[in-house]
Nanobody, 124 residues
Framework: QVQLVESGGGLVQAGDSLRLSCAAS????????MGWFRQAPGKEREFVAA????????YYADSVKGRFTISRDNAKNTVYLQMNSLKPEDTAAYYC?????????????????WGQGTQVTVSS
């Protein structure tokens, strides 16, 4: 069993930055692809970014490319999401996910474990 705990959300103004963290329990962290998803009220959960455990290669949704950066520290079992130039449309609950993902890294159903979420609110 793997537990994921997100932190770092909050209320910011448009143009500000935030860094989300997700700490994972367990000893197989490097085996997992780690992902960030978000869900706004009344909308489906959508892919934000993912990072491979084996290669460190990162994938991004078009809506955040160039503004968000995903990274991982395997020694700390932690994945980060650095969010810059935040926009009101980035407002959502952000979820960390882990899974043995080799394809369709953008699909929530490919991930086995989920955190409880952290709220990000961007005011205009």
């Amino acid at each position: 069993q793997v537990q994921l705990v997100e932190s770092g959300g909050g209320l910011v103004q448009a143009g500000d930055s935030l860094r989300l963290s997700c700490a994972a329990s367990g000893r197989t962290f490097t085996s997992f692809t780690m992902g960030w998803f978000r869900q706004a009220p009344g909308k489906e959960r959508e892919f934000v970014a993912a990072i491979s455990g084996s290669t460190g290669y990162a994938y991004y949704a078009d809506s955040v490319k160039g503004r968000f950066t995903i990274s991982r520290d395997n020694a700390k079992n932690t994945v980060y999401l650095q969010m810059n130039s935040l926009k009101p449309e980035d407002t959502a609950a952000y979820y960390c996910a882990a899974g043995y993902v080799r394809i369709r890294y953008y699909s929530p159903e490919m991930y086995n474990y989920w955190g409880q979420g952290t709220q990000v609110t961007v005011s205009s």
